[in-house]
């Protein structure tokens, strides 16, 4: 069983910064990709950035320039840099794991969630 554990969230600022983590308990290059997502009170989860294992980045155009994903493959951890944070990003952010099961199918895992709260 894949085990995601995020850490990192908080409280800050307006124009302040966040680094968010997520420790996987296996190799990153066994996903598919890695994302980081989010949620506002009584909306969906919403795709932020992810990683795919080998390539390209994606980012939501409401955070484009401002966050950037990563990856540190030898600590198997993934991280969302948050930079010009505003109140509008406050929500609750979870790491995504997409987790092949054969080779046209994947399911998903979810990280714990973390909160992030951007308040002066």
């Known amino acids: 069983q894949v085990q995601l554990v995020e850490s990192g969230g908080g409280l800050v600022q307006p124009g302040g910064s966040l680094r968010l983590s997520c420790v996987a308990s296996?190799?990153?290059?066994?996903?598919?990709?890695m994302g980081w997502y989010r949620q506002f009170p009584g909306k969906q989860r919403e795709l932020v950035a992810a990683?795919?294992?080998?390539?390209?980045?994606y980012y939501a155009d409401s955070v484009k320039g401002r966050f950037t994903i990563s990856k540190d493959n030898t600590k198997n951890t993934v991280y969302l840099e948050m930079n010009s944070l505003k109140p509008e990003d406050t929500a609750v952010y979870y790491c995504?794991?997409?987790?092949?099961?054969?080779?046209?199918?994947?399911?998903?895992?979810w990280g714990q969630g973390t909160q992030v709260t951007v308040s002066s």
């Open positions: 296996r190799s990153l290059f066994s996903f598919n990709a």
């Open positions: 990683s795919k294992r080998y390539g390209s980045s």
């Open positions: 995504n794991a997409k987790v092949p099961v054969t080779p046209t199918d994947e399911y998903d895992q």
